[in-house]
C-alpha cells in the first residue's frame, strides 16, 4: 500500500506503480504469445523428418505467464536462483528473449537439437538456467538444498556475507506436491533451519492426466506452517475482489469457495454461458448477483470468474514484494491451467496444442501482424522505445555473471596411503579421511562431507570427530558433556564441516547436487563427500541422475557392498549397482580393492571433480578386511589404477589363460591364480579397479580406430585365450571384456539375490569363490581347446 506523502509524491508513486503494472502487463502478454508461438511453429511450421510430434506445454506456460513475468522482470535480484517448472520452459525461454539473454535462433529451434530445450537446462541452455528441471519434484527439493548450501558458505564467510543472500525460488507445480522427495525435503528442511527459500506452486488444480483432488490442498498450507513456512495464499483477483464487496458478494465468494475443482475448470472451459447458468441455478434468488449477471456479458462474466490472483498482475506484485526477510515462504497462487487460451481449464490440456485456426484467431486477438511473430513489441500498446527502456532496467538484466568460475583447489601430490596387513576399503577410507581432518591446507577446508545417517556406519566417524557437524547454531555434544563414554565427538557449530541428514537418500543427493554446484553458482568452490550404503544408490538414484544432469560435481563413498556384506543379508547387499557405475554419464566408477588403490583414486577424484570437463566419482568399496599387497605405487601403476586395470600378475607372453577379478573378491582370485600356477604356467592376474573407465576408454578406442586399453592388456594372452572374470556384482560388470579382446569368456558374479551367511558360504552358493574360479578356469581352457561340443 501506498502511504500519503507530502505534496505530489504519492500521487507521483502511484502513477508511477501504475505505469509499472502496464508495462508487466503488456511484457506477460508478449511473454505468453511467443512461449505459444515457439511451440506451434515447432509442431507446425518446422518440417518433421521422423513423423514424432515436437510436443511443448502450451498450457503449462500460460498458467505461469504472469507469475514468471513478475518474478524475471521485476521481483528477482541477480543474486537469486530459481528452479522453474519443466514444462514452463517455453516461457522460461520466452522471457529470457525478451530480456536479450536468448537468441531467436535458439527458440525458432525450440526442442530441435542445439535449439532452446524442452525443459530447462543447466548444461544445454547456458547460463540461463540456474537448475535443471524435468524430474518434478526434485527441481523444488534441490533449491532448499541450495539455500542450506548458501548458508554453509555465508557463515563460513567462505563467499561475502556483507551482501544479501539469494533467495532461492522455485516455480511449482501443483502437482509437483505429490512426489515424496518434497515432503523428505521439507522435514529436513525445518531441521537445518533453512532461510531465504521461495516456493511458489502454480495452483491450477490440474496434473497431466487429471484435475487435483480437493481435499489435498485444504492440507497443504497447514503442513508448510507446520514446518515454520510462511504461507501466503493468492486467491482472488482484483476484480473478483471488488464483485466480493458489492451487495451479495459474500454469496459469489462462498459459491467460488465451495465450488469443486473439476467444475470450476470445466466452466473455466465452457466460458461465460456456462458460468451464467451455474450460478443463475444456485444465486439468483440474490439481487445482488443478478444485478452482477445482467452487467456483465458472456466474455466479461468469463473474465470475471477467472480473475484469480494467480493471473492479477497487481496482487502477485504485492504479495511478493511484501516478502522482506528470510523465513522460508510458500505463495499458493491459483491459476487456470491454459490461462487465455482456447482450451485454458480443460482437464485434457496439458500436451494440447493449439490447432492452426485456433492460433490464427489468437494471433489476432493479440494483434501481432504475420510475419510479425518474434517481434519482441508487436501487437502491444505502449511505446517500444518505453518498454525497451524498462526492460534494461530489471533488476536481472544487470550484467552480473550468473555462473562463477573459482580456480581449482590445489591437490597434494601425494595422499598417503593407510598402512596395515590387514584393511578394508571402507577403513582405508576412514582413515584417509581422518589424516585428511588434520591437515591444514586449504583443500582440506572445503571438503564437506554428508551422509544419510550412515556417518558412523560408512567410517566418516574420525573425520566428523575433528571437523565437527554443521549446524547455524553452536550445540554442545550433550553426551560428551556428561561424561559418557563414546567414540563420537558431535559439536555442531557453523563452522563444521559435516552435514548430517536423517535416512532419506534422495535427499542425500540433492545436497550433493546443491554443494557440487557451490563453485559456479555462489562462487566458493566445495569439495562434498556423501556416504551411503551401496544398495540404496536405487532408493536415491533419480535424485544422483538429477544432480549429474546438471553437472554438479560430488564423490559418493558407497558401503558396504554386495555379498561380501554377507551377515546382513539380501536386504542389504548390492547386485546391480556397478551396472549403474558403467551406464550412468557424467559419474566415473571406480571399486577398488586395496587400501594404496584407494589412496591414488580419492587424490584423483579430488582433481577431477575440479576438472572444467570432469565428472564426479562414485566408489563401491567393502567392509571386508582383505590382506593389503607390500608395493610402492609409482607413476604407471598410478595411471593404470586410475585408467581402471592393470595385471596384479603378469602372464608371460601367449598365456593361455587368465583371471579378471574386481573389488573385494581379489584374495578368490589370487588364491585361483595360485593354485592354477602349477597346470597353466605363465596365467596373468587382472586387477580391474574400474570397469566403467575401461569400457568408455574401449568404447572411445574403437571409434579412434585403436587398440583400447582392455585389448591390450589382453593382447599379452595368446588370441583366444581364457578369461576368468569374477565380481562381487552382476557378471555383465565385466563380461563385456569377451568382446574388447579375442578371448574365450567364463564370467562369474551375482545375479540373484543374496542371503545371511559368512563370506566362504555365501561366495560357494554364489559361485565366485576360489573353486568356482577354478572350476570355471577349466571349463574356459576345455572350451578354447575345442573339446566341448554346443
Ligand atoms: C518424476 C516425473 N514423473 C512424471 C513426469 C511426467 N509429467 C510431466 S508434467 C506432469 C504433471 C505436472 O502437473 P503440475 O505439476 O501440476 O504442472 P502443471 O499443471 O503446471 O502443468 C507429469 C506427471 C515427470 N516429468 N516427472
Ligand atoms: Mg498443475
Same mark, same amino acid.
Request: include cysteine; charged fraction near 20%.
Given at each position: 500500500?501506498?502511504?500519503?506523502?507530502?505534496?505530489?509524491?504519492?500521487?507521483?508513486?502511484?502513477?508511477?506503480?501504475?505505469?509499472?503494472?502496464?508495462?508487466?502487463?503488456?511484457?506477460?502478454?508478449?511473454?505468453?504469445?511467443? =512461449?505459444?508461438?515457439?511451440?506451434?511453429?515447432?509442431?507446425?511450421?518446422?518440417?518433421?523428418? $521422423?513423423?514424432?510430434?515436437?510436443?511443448?506445454?502450451?498450457?503449462?506456460?500460460?498458467?505461469?505467464?504472469?507469475?514468471?513475468?513478475?518474478?524475471?522482470?521485476?521481483?528477482?535480484?541477480?543474486?537469486?536462483?530459481?528452479?522453474?517448472?519443466?514444462?514452463?520452459?517455453?516461457?522460461?525461454?520466452?522471457?529470457?528473449?525478451?530480456?536479450?539473454?536468448?537468441?531467436?535462433?535458439?527458440?525458432?529451434?525450440?526442442?530441435?537439437?542445439?535449439?532452446?530445450?524442452?525443459?530447462?537446462?543447466?548444461?544445454?541452455?547456458?547460463?540461463?538456467?540456474?537448475?535443471?528441471?524435468?524430474?518434478?519434484?526434485?527441481?523444488?527439493?534441490?533449491?532448499?538444498?541450495?539455500?542450506?548450501?548458501?548458508?554453509?558458505?555465508?557463515?563460513?564467510?567462505?563467499?561475502?556475507?556483507?551482501?544479501?543472500?539469494?533467495?532461492?525460488?522455485?516455480?511449482?507445480?501443483?502437482?509437483?506436491?505429490?512426489?515424496?522427495?518434497?515432503?523428505?525435503?521439507?522435514?529436513?528442511?525445518?531441521?537445518? $533451519?533453512?532461510?531465504?527459500?521461495?516456493?511458489?506452486? $502454480?495452483?491450477?488444480?490440474?496434473?497431466?492426466?487429471?484435475?487435483?483432488?480437493?481435499?489435498?490442498?485444504?492440507?497443504?498450507?497447514?503442513?508448510?506452517?507446520?514446518?515454520?513456512?510462511?504461507?501466503?495464499?493468492?486467491?482472488?483477483?482484483?476484480?473478483?475482489?471488488?464483485?466480493?464487496?458489492?451487495?451479495?458478494?459474500?454469496?459469489?465468494?462462498?459459491?467460488?469457495?465451495?465450488?469443486?475443482?473439476?467444475?470450476?475448470?470445466?466452466?473455466?472451459?465452457?466460458?461465460?454461458?456456462?458460468?451464467?447458468?451455474?450460478?443463475?441455478?444456485?444465486?439468483?434468488?440474490?439481487?445482488?448477483?443478478?444485478?452482477?449477471?445482467?452487467?456483465?456479458?458472456?466474455? =466479461?462474466?468469463?473474465?470475471?470468474?477467472?480473475?484469480?490472483?494467480?493471473?492479477?498482475?497487481?496482487?502477485?506484485?504485492?504479495?511478493?514484494?511484501?516478502?522482506?526477510?528470510?523465513?522460508?515462504?510458500?505463495?499458493?497462487?491459483?491459476?487456470?491451467?491454459?490461462?487465455?487460451?482456447?482450451?485454458?481449464?480443460?482437464?485434457?490440456?496439458?500436451?494440447?496444442?493449439?490447432?492452426?485456426?485456433?492460433?490464427?484467431?489468437?494471433?489476432?486477438?493479440?494483434?501481432?501482424?504475420?510475419?510479425?511473430?518474434?517481434?519482441?513489441?508487436?501487437?502491444?500498446?505502449?511505446?517500444?522505445?518505453?518498454?525497451?527502456?524498462?526492460?534494461?532496467?530489471?533488476?536481472?538484466?544487470?550484467?552480473?555473471? #550468473? #555462473?562463477?568460475?573459482?580456480?581449482?583447489?590445489?591437490?597434494?601430490?601425494?595422499?598417503?596411503?593407510?598402512?596395515?596387513?590387514?584393511? =578394508?576399503?571402507?577403513?582405508?577410507?576412514?582413515?584417509?579421511?581422518?589424516?585428511?581432518?588434520?591437515?591444514?591446507?586449504?583443500?582440506?577446508? #572445503?571438503?564437506?562431507?554428508?551422509?544419510?545417517?550412515?556417518?558412523?556406519?560408512?567410517?566418516?566417524?574420525?573425520?566428523?570427530?575433528?571437523?565437527?557437524?554443521?549446524?547455524?547454531?553452536?550445540?554442545?555434544?550433550?553426551?560428551?558433556?556428561?561424561?559418557?563414554?563414546?567414540?563420537?565427538?558431535?559439536?555442531?557449530?557453523?563452522?563444521?564441516?559435516?552435514?548430517?541428514?536423517?535416512?532419506?537418500?534422495?535427499?542425500?543427493?540433492?545436497?550433493?547436487?546443491?554443494?557440487?554446484?557451490?563453485?559456479?553458482?555462489?562462487?566458493?568452490?566445495?569439495?562434498?563427500?556423501?556416504?551411503?550404503?551401496?544398495?540404496?544408490?536405487?532408493?536415491?538414484?533419480?535424485?544422483?541422475?538429477?544432480?549429474?544432469?546438471?553437472?554438479?560435481?560430488?564423490?559418493?563413498?558407497?558401503?558396504?557392498?554386495?555379498?561380501?556384506?554377507?551377515?546382513?543379508?539380501?536386504?542389504?547387499?548390492?547386485?546391480?549397482?556397478?551396472?549403474?557405475?558403467?551406464?550412468?554419464?557424467?559419474?566415473?566408477?571406480?571399486?577398488?580393492?586395496?587400501?594404496?588403490?584407494?589412496?591414488?583414486?580419492?587424490?584423483?577424484?579430488?582433481?577431477?571433480?575440479?576438472?572444467?570437463?570432469?565428472?564426479?566419482?562414485?566408489? #563401491?568399496?567393502?567392509?571386508?578386511?582383505?590382506?593389503?599387497?607390500?608395493?610402492?605405487?609409482?607413476?604407471?601403476?598410478?595411471?593404470?589404477?586410475?585408467?581402471?586395470?592393470?595385471?596384479?600378475?603378469?602372464?608371460?607372453?601367449?598365456?593361455?589363460?587368465?583371471?579378471?577379478?574386481?573389488?573385494?573378491?581379489?584374495?578368490?582370485?589370487?588364491?585361483?591364480?595360485?593354485?592354477?600356477?602349477?597346470?597353466?604356467?605363465?596365467?596373468?592376474?587382472?586387477?580391474?579397479?574400474?570397469?566403467?573407465?575401461?569400457?568408455?576408454?574401449?568404447?572411445?578406442?574403437?571409434?579412434?580406430?585403436?587398440?583400447?586399453?582392455?585389448?591390450?592388456?589382453?593382447?599379452?594372452?595368446?588370441?583366444?585365450?581364457?578369461?576368468?572374470?569374477?565380481?562381487?556384482?552382476?557378471?555383465?560388470?565385466?563380461?563385456?571384456?569377451?568382446?574388447?579382446?579375442?578371448?574365450?569368456?567364463?564370467?562369474?558374479?551375482?545375479?540373484?539375490?543374496?542371503?545371511?551367511?559368512?563370506?566362504?558360504?555365501?561366495?560357494?552358493?554364489?559361485?565366485?569363490?576360489?573353486?568356482?574360479?577354478?572350476?570355471?578356469?577349466?571349463?574356459?581352457?576345455?572350451?578354447?581347446?575345442?573339446?566341448?561340443?554346443?
Amino acid at each position: 500500500m501506498l502511504r500519503a506523502l507530502p505534496g505530489g509524491r504519492a500521487q507521483e508513486q502511484e502513477e508511477a506503480a501504475a505505469d509499472k503494472l502496464a508495462l508487466l502487463m503488456a511484457l506477460e502478454k508478449k511473454a505468453l504469445w511467443l =512461449s505459444t508461438w515457439m511451440i506451434h511453429q515447432a509442431n507446425h511450421l518446422r518440417p518433421s523428418r $521422423d513423423g514424432l510430434k515436437v510436443g511443448g506445454h502450451q498450457a503449462s506456460s500460460a498458467s505461469v505467464a504472469t507469475l514468471m513475468t513478475a518474478l524475471y522482470l521485476d521481483v528477482m535480484r541477480p543474486q537469486d536462483r530459481v528452479a522453474v517448472k519443466p514444462h514452463a520452459a517455453p516461457l522460461f525461454h520466452a522471457l529470457q528473449y525478451l530480456l536479450g539473454n536468448q537468441s531467436r535462433d535458439k527458440l525458432e529451434r525450440f526442442r530441435a537439437l542445439g535449439g532452446a530445450q524442452a525443459y530447462p537446462s543447466r548444461s544445454k541452455d547456458g547460463d540461463i538456467v540456474d537448475f535443471s528441471t524435468g524430474s518434478v519434484g526434485l527441481g523444488v527439493g534441490v533449491t532448499l538444498f541450495a539455500a542450506l548450501a548458501q548458508d554453509y558458505l555465508r557463515l563460513k564467510r567462505l563467499v561475502p556475507s556483507d551482501t544479501p543472500p539469494g533467495r532461492m525460488i522455485a516455480l511449482a507445480g501443483d502437482a509437483e506436491l505429490d512426489e515424496g522427495n518434497i515432503f523428505e525435503a521439507l522435514l529436513e528442511g525445518w531441521k537445518h $533451519d533453512v532461510r531465504n527459500l521461495w516456493w511458489v506452486i $502454480d495452483y491450477n488444480r490440474q496434473s497431466l492426466d487429471a484435475v487435483v483432488s480437493d481435499r489435498l490442498f485444504g492440507r497443504i498450507d497447514a503442513l508448510f506452517a507446520m514446518f515454520g513456512w510462511r504461507v501466503v495464499t493468492l486467491k482472488y483477483g482484483r476484480l473478483l475482489q471488488t464483485a466480493f464487496a458489492r451487495p451479495d458478494g459474500e454469496q459469489l465468494r462462498e459459491w467460488i469457495d465451495a465450488c469443486p475443482n473439476s467444475l470450476y475448470s470445466a466452466l473455466v472451459y465452457k466460458g461465460g454461458e456456462g458460468w451464467r447458468e451455474h450460478l443463475r441455478r444456485d444465486l439468483n434468488r440474490y439481487p445482488g448477483i443478478r444485478a452482477i449477471l445482467d452487467e456483465h456479458d458472456d466474455e =466479461s462474466l468469463g473474465r470475471l470468474m477467472t480473475n484469480l490472483a494467480g493471473h492479477d498482475m497487481g496482487s502477485v506484485l504485492d504479495a511478493f514484494h511484501a516478502v522482506t526477510d528470510d523465513q522460508p515462504t510458500c505463495f499458493i497462487a491459483y491459476t487456470i491451467k491454459g490461462y487465455g487460451l482456447p482450451f485454458a481449464g480443460h482437464k485434457d490440456n496439458h500436451a494440447g496444442l493449439m490447432n492452426p485456426q485456433q492460433m490464427a484467431s489468437f494471433q489476432q486477438s493479440m494483434g501481432v501482424p504475420a510475419g510479425a511473430e518474434w517481434e519482441r513489441f508487436a501487437g502491444l500498446d505502449l511505446p517500444p522505445e518505453e518498454l525497451e527502456a524498462f526492460l534494461a532496467e530489471v533488476p536481472l538484466a544487470a550484467k552480473s555473471a #550468473r #555462473r562463477h568460475r573459482p580456480p581449482p583447489l590445489a591437490v597434494p601430490a601425494e595422499i598417503a596411503a593407510p598402512r596395515g596387513r590387514n584393511l =578394508s576399503t571402507q577403513e582405508a577410507f576412514g582413515r584417509i579421511l581422518g589424516s585428511l581432518a588434520t591437515a591444514e591446507n586449504a583443500l582440506a577446508g #572445503r571438503v564437506v562431507t554428508t551422509s544419510p545417517d550412515v556417518t558412523v556406519s560408512t567410517n566418516l566417524g574420525a573425520w566428523v570427530n575433528r571437523r565437527g557437524i554443521f549446524d547455524r547454531a553452536e550445540r554442545a555434544d550433550t553426551f560428551r558433556e556428561e561424561k559418557v563414554v563414546s567414540a563420537q565427538r558431535w559439536g555442531m557449530s557453523p563452522q563444521g564441516q559435516h552435514i548430517e541428514l536423517g535416512i532419506a537418500e534422495s535427499n542425500l543427493f540433492l545436497l550433493l547436487a546443491a554443494l557440487g554446484l557451490a563453485g559456479p553458482m555462489f562462487g566458493a568452490r566445495l569439495l562434498p563427500i556423501g556416504t551411503l550404503y551401496d544398495p540404496f544408490i536405487k532408493r536415491g538414484l533419480d535424485a544422483l541422475n538429477y544432480a549429474l544432469y546438471q553437472d554438479a560435481r560430488f564423490i559418493v563413498v558407497a558401503t558396504p557392498s554386495g555379498i561380501t556384506l554377507a551377515p546382513e543379508g539380501g536386504a542389504h547387499q548390492s547386485v546391480l549397482e556397478p551396472l549403474i557405475g558403467i551406464a550412468q554419464p557424467g559419474l566415473a566408477s571406480f571399486e577398488p580393492a586395496y587400501a594404496d588403490e584407494l589412496a591414488v583414486l580419492l587424490r584423483w577424484a579430488l582433481e577431477e571433480i575440479q576438472r572444467e570437463e570432469g565428472e564426479s566419482v562414485y566408489f #563401491r568399496l567393502s567392509t571386508r578386511p582383505i590382506e593389503q599387497p607390500e608395493r610402492t605405487i609409482d607413476a604407471a601403476l598410478g595411471e593404470a589404477i586410475v585408467g581402471g586395470a592393470y595385471w596384479l600378475r603378469e602372464p608371460a607372453p601367449g598365456a593361455e589363460l587368465a583371471i579378471a577379478y574386481c573389488g573385494a573378491v581379489a584374495p578368490e582370485a589370487l588364491a585361483a591364480c595360485e593354485a592354477l600356477r602349477e597346470d597353466v604356467p605363465g596365467l596373468g592376474l587382472l586387477a580391474l579397479t574400474s570397469p566403467d573407465r575401461l569400457h568408455a576408454e574401449w568404447r572411445a578406442a574403437l571409434t579412434r580406430g585403436e587398440p583400447s586399453r582392455a585389448e591390450r592388456l589382453l593382447s599379452a594372452l595368446r588370441p583366444g585365450a581364457a578369461l576368468v572374470t569374477v565380481c562381487d556384482s552382476h557378471p555383465a560388470t565385466l563380461s563385456w571384456l569377451g568382446s574388447a579382446a579375442p578371448v574365450s569368456l567364463m564370467p562369474l558374479g551375482v545375479d540373484h539375490f543374496g542371503q545371511s551367511g559368512d563370506i566362504p558360504d555365501l561366495y560357494r552358493v554364489y559361485g565366485i569363490d576360489s573353486d568356482a574360479i577354478i572350476d570355471a578356469a577349466a571349463r574356459a581352457l576345455l572350451r578354447t581347446a575345442g573339446s566341448v561340443r554346443h
